[in-house]
């Protein structure tokens, strides 16, 4: 069993940036990709963005494109998500995910370890 704690998230002014952070209680496996997801009250769960254990593929959603940018640290078992360009829609809980084997996955059925989520705000 892994533990995953997200980190960073918080109030915002619209156009600013925030960098969540998503550390392991362990090594992660050797083909664990990750992702991010958020949610909003009420909502399903969103895909973000999402990458490979090496770090050589990512995807990110079409929603954040150009604005955020996801990478990891596997020396520090360490997620994070860079957020700029920050806009009221982005509200929402962020969620980091580790699947066990495969590679990337847009679907949230795809991860078997979730975080607890970390609340971002964005003000207009």
């Known amino acids: 069993q892994v533990q995953l704690v997200e980190s960073g998230g918080g109030l915002v002014q619209a156009g600013g940036s925030l960098r969540l952070s998503c550390t392991a209680s362990?090594?992660?496996?050797?083909?664990?990709?990750m992702g991010w997801f958020r949610q909003a009250p009420g909502k399903e769960r969103e895909f973000v963005a999402a990458?490979?254990?090496?770090?050589?593929?990512?995807a990110h959603a079409d929603s954040v494109k150009g604005r955020f940018t996801i990478s990891r640290d596997n020396a520090k078992n360490t997620l994070y998500l860079q957020m700029n360009s920050l806009k009221p829609e982005d509200t929402d809980v962020y969620y980091c995910a580790e699947r066990f084997l495969g590679g990337i996955s847009y679907s949230q059925l795809g991860y078997d370890y979730w975080g607890q989520g970390t609340q971002v705000t964005v003000s207009s």
């Open positions: 990458i490979s254990w090496s770090g050589a593929a990512t």
């Open positions: 362990r090594r992660t496996f050797p083909s664990a990709a």
